[in-house]
């Protein structure tokens, strides 16, 4: 007889965004006259640059081509796409990542569930909270998070690392040593970042401890501010204890296209074990790569155009979170984030529960964003509201709530 694998079993109620799309339907039948306003989902929603646009274009007519035609990619992604993401991100400041340490894939969601899979089930897994959902919940389906508490919303085996507004919505170093330690900045859910000093201070940690480190760098294209990393190999030692993982989907609009990559240096062992090669194995066996025509599209994001169309895109989305954020302020709410990261992070008012303030919002306001407690327990009292709408959506929803 079939045996189900219990520990998709053990993951409570259901997905975050899953239960925020049954609401918001669920009100708009109800109310179908009524206009929402999508502030919640981190979803772009400007389109792709021409300079993208053309490399898919040129590349299709390759794909078309019995000379140019391409079958299946490389296990690690065309040395192309991997020299120019080397160039470009890593040896422009200074950091030494080489073409062959990249591995090409169709974005950091996956493989941040995905990395999980090299390391032994008795690990422990340390996570900021709040935190991306994901982290947790491929540990989860993997076993390694032992039982569920449904008062405290925690998991007995995982480290959580409190993010609030008495640290800065930073963590602070933990008092019991993880194996696996997951950060994510510039943050999500928070919006938050940590100095360059800060982070060398995990990497010390995880030096001196055996941990691995595996770094969340989605959101670096929208730091603004001095000495705010944008990448963990900024930091000295940080290629004996790091993985990187990175992102199309916010810095090129690549949500509907998919496209991206995680960094392993060949200097990251446990033992005498690479985990370079053991990714590389993991990668080769379940991954047949990016289409040809995707990572062509990458190689444009590298682009002198690319470049340029793509800055001209994050301002826009940091001058929606800039009103948001002030707009907020005027209103009385306290507010983070949104100066390094497209989230502003508010403290929901008059002791509101987050899902409380969700349906308050919606009912009110018609207006969508994400309740902090979807993010894990520190997140009870908090609210994430996105900058990736439109410029005019994004006024009318801030003016919106303003007039509750």
């Not at 360059?196 to 959101?219: F, H, M, P, R």
């Not at 969700?358 to 979807?374: I, M, Q, R």
Request: charged letters at 20%.
């Amino acid at each position: 007889m079939v045996k189900i694998n219990d520990n998709f079993l053990k993951l409570p109620g259901s997905y975050l965004f899953s239960t925020i799309g049954k609401k918001v339907a669920a009100f708009q039948e109800a109310n179908p006259d009524k206009k929402i306003i999508r502030l919640g989902i981190g979803d772009v929603t400007q389109p792709l640059v021409p300079a993208i646009i053309q490399s898919l274009h040129k590349a299709v007519d390759e794909m078309g081509s019995a000379e140019t035609f391409k079958g299946y990619a490389p296990d690690l992604g065309y040395e192309f796409l991997r020299t120019a993401i080397a160039d470009g991100d890593y040896k422009a400041r200074g950091c030494d990542i080489n073409a062959d340490e990249i591995f090409v894939s169709d974005g950091a969601k996956c493989d941040s569930g995905n990395i999980q899979e090299i390391f032994g089930l008795d690990n422990k897994i340390a996570v900021c909270d709040p935190v991306y959902p994901v982290y947790v919940d491929s540990n989860v389906m993997a076993g390694r998070t032992g039982t569920y508490d449904a008062a405290s919303e925690k998991w007995s085996d995982v480290i959580y690392m409190p993010c609030t507004m008495k640290n800065n919505f930073a963590p602070e170093l933990p008092k019991e040593t993880p194996d696996l330690i997951y950060l994510c900045f510039p943050n999500n859910p928070t919006g938050s970042t940590i100095t360059k000093a800060q982070l060398q201070e995990w990497v010390d940690y995880a030096n001196k401890t055996g941990a691995v480190i595996i770094y969340d760098a989605a959101y670096e294209a929208y730091i603004s501010e001095e000495n705010i990393p944008h990448t963990i190999y900024e930091c000295e030692g940080a290629r004996t204890c790091a993985i990187e993982l990175r992102s199309f989907s916010k810095n090129a609009g690549f949500t509907g296209v998919r496209l991206g990559f995680t960094v392993i240096p060949k200097e990251l062992k446990v033992g005498d074990v690479s985990l370079h090669s053991l990714w590389a194995r993991r990668h080769g066996t379940k991954y047949n790569g990016a289409p040809y025509i995707i990572q062509r599209a990458g190689e444009a994001v590298y682009s002198e155009a690319g470049k340029a169309q793509l800055k001209e895109q994050v301002a826009y989305y940091m001058n929606n979170a800039k009103v948001i954020f002030n707009g907020l302020k005027e209103a009385g709410y306290t507010v983070s984030g949104g100066v390094n990261a497209p989230y502003i992070w508010l403290k929901t008012p008059e002791q509101m529960t987050s899902w409380e303030f969700f349906d308050f919002l919606l009912e009110k306001a018609n207006v969508v964003g994400t309740p902090g407690a979807g993010f894990g327990p520190s997140g009870e009292g908090y609210f994430r509201l996105t900058a990736f709408g439109s410029f005019e959506n994004t006024v009318a929803a801030i003016e919106r709530i303003k007039n509750i």
